[in-house]
Each structure stands twice: as structure tokens, then as C-alpha cells.
């Protein structure tokens, strides 16, 4: 026992020497807080004696900006200068103009750009982070009047939106809908507790008049908020991208990225639900157990690599983001019919006095001349085969975010096949901690078969088809809101 545990602290503490020496060798790693495919905007709104002006930010995540790039980098020598980001603000910001409407007592405000700008901060697998700012102004010809303001830039992205409207000296504002300052400062510190729930705000409406601008609303957070580029979720995975390698430190990248696949298993959803819930009602063996968790592994990085292939090849442009509601819809029905024709079909077996998951009987079970050995799922395996099919695409067909920005880093960076090595590593990890849940599933089975009333082991499998059911309606229900 004490050699174990020697050997397991030189381990530990070799693996913590090679993250070190790994972390030294990078850049530190960040990403967007709001996550990774955000496109985020702000306007705010300022009246003064005789001129309005809309100081306008867009923050944009890691992968809007990778999709960008093109359009920034014109001349495609892999870098954007000077001349070429600020040819790209000028024509962005024009653009941008168009889409964003200010009208004064029912009439349009004619506003032209002012100035812009635009730079990169740095964010996850060594992809940036684009920040662009642009002020437009136009003329007000009225000492008072109703302002209107909508912005409709970038339909369908999912981010923050916000609006503020303030006045200067001279002028006073009335009946605004949005507050005078902003609680994300520009985006560039979001409050932390509405990254879950960011703001949606797409227009206002206030009233100007002669006077004085009154004091700050109400509105104003002083509560902790996320800077710039924060530490986020699966940030130290995506950090292996930008790893300067030598062979040692190309094993340890592996076994962290092998590390962080199966912590992030153990998190919600990634199937672990449903696959303890089937392997306890199937009476499957440790084989079905190895067997799910590959199956879960395999479909994750397909559905990761097919998601790359959407965003390089199908369509540069296209919001890869709202391909995830449609994936957790998916998920939520495939669990949904697995569980529900599970549950008739063990249903039945009961009724029959049979063990669904062995087509025998126990030492509870009527003589043997009432088996019907036919429903066994290793004799003809079409069952199991559909089952493992249902498992594979419930657990794996949503592809975890941070995995889709290692591809996309590493395909930035020209290190393609460093970063399909990552996410097949990460996949095994993945796969072996649901193994390991599968293993303990098996168990805890076994336990509950030899402590539990024969009556109510009889409805374990009943129970493990019903929490297949109820992760199928979580995921479709969340699936359907995501859409809506």
C-alpha cells in the first residue's frame, strides 16, 4: 500500500511539474466570458444642445471573429495590420449604420460615422478577440422631442445586448427605458451574475428636453464582474493549443487533454445519466459497459469534426451556434424514444415474469418451461445494437464547445493534426470515465439485486427506462426553449 501511494504522488507530482512547465511556455489562456460564439453590442446614446450621438461597441467572441478574419486579412498572409483592421472598421462600421435607426418625434435622424476603430484582445486557443467601437452623430434641429432607437445588427447571434441613453450639460432626459450608464462598461467587464442570462436589449425610447442631465439611475451595478479576458470554463484544455511542444511536453499535453476529457464527462449531461440508467435495467455485462463508453467517444468527435467541416467548408459564415439547439433537441428525442421503448418493452417482459435485460428468470421466476430465451440481448444483438446506437448519439452527438475551439485554434495555427490529437485524447478521456460509470453502475446492480425485495428489484428496470424518459423530456424541453 505505501508503494501505491508513493508511486501515485510521483505521478501527481510529475504531471503538475509538466502543466507548470507547460503554462511557462504559453500564453496565458482566456476566453470570451459570455463563451465562445457570442457576438455582443452596445449603444449608448448621448443628447447634447443641438446633436445627437450613438457610440457604438461589437464585441465579438472567438469564433465570430475567426469567421471574420478573411474579411479583415485581405491580402490572406495569415496576419491583420494596421491598414488592413482599420479598412475592415471603416466598412464594418458603415454597415453597421445601416442597421441602427434614431428617429425624433416619428422622423429619422440622419447619422453618419464619426470615427472608428478596431483591435484584437486574446482569447482561447490562441484565437482573438475582436473589440470594435465607431461613434456616429447626426444633427437635432428641436430643443425637445421623443427619441426612438433600435439596433438590428447581426439577426439570430446570440449575445449581449444593451442600450444606454444619457444627456450632456444643457439638455435633460425623461421617461427612458434603458438606464444612463453601463452596467458592462462597454462591454468590457460583464457582471458575473448575468453571464447566465445576459442582457437582450435591442431598443429605447426616452423623451429630451431644455435642463439638466439628472443624477445616475437606479440601475447601476457595483457588484463583482468578469474582465476583459477572464478564465473560463475549458480554458486550460484549449490553452494545451498554444503550447510551445517538445516530446515531453507533447505527452503531458496529451494526458491533460485525456484528464480534462473525463472531468468534463463527470458534468452535466455527456450521458452519464443515461448510460448508468441503461446498463442497471439491461442486465448488461462489463463488455456493453466498454462498448457504450466507445460508442459515446467515437460519436463525440465525429460530431466535433462535423461541426468543423459546417463552419470550414459548408459555410464560413455560418452562426455555428445555432446548430446546438437543434443538437440538444436531437438528444433529447433520441433519449426520448430510447427510454419509452425501453420501458414497453420491459414492460412487457414483466409481465411475461421475465428478466428484461437476460431473457431468463431468477430464483423468482416461474419453471423454466414459461422462458423465452428469444428476448436475450446477446443472442441476435439487434436490440443491444439499436441501444448502443441510442446511446452513442444521446451522449456524444453534442459536441462539447471547448473541443470545437481546440479544432478551430489548432486549424488557426496550422498544427491540424496536434489538435485532432487533442480531441480524440480528450474523447478517450471522456470515454473512459463513462466506463467507469458504467462500471459502477453494474455494481451498484448487483448490490441492489441481492439487498432489495425480489418485488422491488423486479422494477429496476422499469425505473432505469423511466430516468432515460425524464433525460430525454430535460433535453428536448431545453432544446425547444433554446429554439423558440
Not at 233 to 241: D, R, Y
Not at 294 to 300: D, E, N, R, S
Amino acid at each position: 500500500m505505501r508503494t501505491a501511494c508513493r508511486a501515485l504522488a510521483v505521478i501527481a507530482a510529475t504531471v503538475c511539474l509538466l502543466l507548470g512547465a507547460g503554462a511557462a511556455s504559453a500564453p496565458a489562456a482566456s476566453a470570451h466570458p459570455l463563451g465562445n460564439f457570442t457576438v455582443n453590442r452596445y449603444s449608448g446614446i448621448v443628447i447634447s444642445p443641438g446633436r445627437a450621438e450613438v457610440r457604438y461597441v461589437l464585441d465579438m467572441a472567438e469564433i465570430p471573429t475567426f469567421q471574420e478574419m478573411p474579411r479583415i486579412d485581405t491580402d490572406g498572409d495569415g496576419a491583420a495590420g494596421d491598414r488592413e483592421r482599420q479598412v475592415w472598421a471603416d466598412r464594418e462600421a458603415v454597415e453597421m449604420l445601416s442597421d441602427v435607426s434614431l428617429t425624433v418625434d416619428g422622423r429619422p435622424l440622419s447619422l453618419r460615422v464619426v470615427s472608428d476603430a478596431m483591435r484584437f484582445r486574446p482569447g482561447q486557443a490562441g484565437l482573438p478577440i475582436l473589440y470594435l467601437t465607431a461613434r456616429f452623430s447626426g444633427p437635432l434641429s428641436a430643443a425637445s422631442g421623443s427619441v426612438e432607437y433600435r439596433d438590428d445588427n447581426f439577426p439570430g447571434r446570440i449575445g449581449w445586448k444593451e442600450i444606454t441613453a444619457r444627456s450632456e450639460s444643457g439638455v435633460a432626459v425623461a421617461g427612458s427605458t434603458v438606464p444612463a450608464t453601463s452596467i458592462s462598461r462597454e462591454l468590457l467587464a460583464y457582471p458575473k451574475d448575468l453571464l447566465s442570462s445576459p442582457l437582450d436589449v435591442t431598443s429605447a425610447g426616452f423623451r429630451f428636453l431644455p435642463g439638466q442631465p439628472g443624477p445616475p439611475s437606479g440601475s447601476e451595478r457595483s457588484g463583482p464582474t468578469v474582465p476583459g479576458a477572464p478564465i473560463a470554463s475549458g480554458a486550460a484544455f484549449a490553452g494545451l493549443v498554444a503550447w510551445r511542444l517538445t516530446p515531453l511536453l507533447l505527452v503531458a499535453s496529451l494526458l491533460l487533454a485525456f484528464l480534462f476529457g473525463a472531468v468534463h464527462a463527470l458534468g452535466p449531461g455527456h450521458g452519464k445519466t443515461i448510460t448508468a440508467a441503461y446498463l442497471v435495467g439491461s442486465g448488461a455485462r462489463a463488455g456493453q459497459a466498454v462498448a457504450v463508453g466507445a460508442a459515446v467517444a467515437l460519436m463525440h468527435t465525429a460530431s466535433v469534426l462535423s461541426l468543423g467541416l459546417l463552419l470550414f467548408v459548408l459555410a464560413r459564415t455560418f452562426p455555428v451556434e445555432q446548430v446546438y439547439p437543434w443538437l440538444t433537441l436531437t438528444t433529447g428525442l433520441v433519449a426520448l424514444g430510447l427510454g419509452a421503448g425501453l420501458f414497453v418493452t420491459r414492460l412487457r417482459a414483466r409481465r411475461a415474469k421475465l428478466d428484461p435485460g437476460h431473457g431468463h428468470t431468477h430464483m423468482w421466476d416461474p419453471p423454466a418451461g414459461d422462458r423465452h430465451d428469444s428476448s436475450h440481448p446477446h443472442r441476435g444483438g439487434g436490440r443491444h445494437t439499436h441501444g448502443l446506437v441510442g446511446l452513442a448519439l444521446a451522449g456524444g452527438i453534442l459536441p462539447s464547445p471547448t473541443a470545437f475551439v481546440v479544432l478551430t485554434g489548432s486549424i488557426s495555427a496550422h498544427r491540424v493534426g496536434y489538435g485532432l490529437a487533442l480531441i480524440v485524447t480528450f474523447s478517450l478521456g471522456l470515454a473512459a470515465a463513462l466506463i467507469l460509470v458504467g462500471f459502477l453502475a453494474l455494481r451498484a446492480r448487483a448490490v441492489v439485486e441481492r439487498n432489495l425485495h425480489r418485488r422491488l428489484a423486479l422494477l429496476l428496470p422499469l425505473i432505469s427506462a423511466l430516468v432515460i424518459v425524464g433525460f430525454g423530456l430535460f433535453f428536448a424541453t431545453r432544446g425547444l426553449s433554446q429554439l423558440a
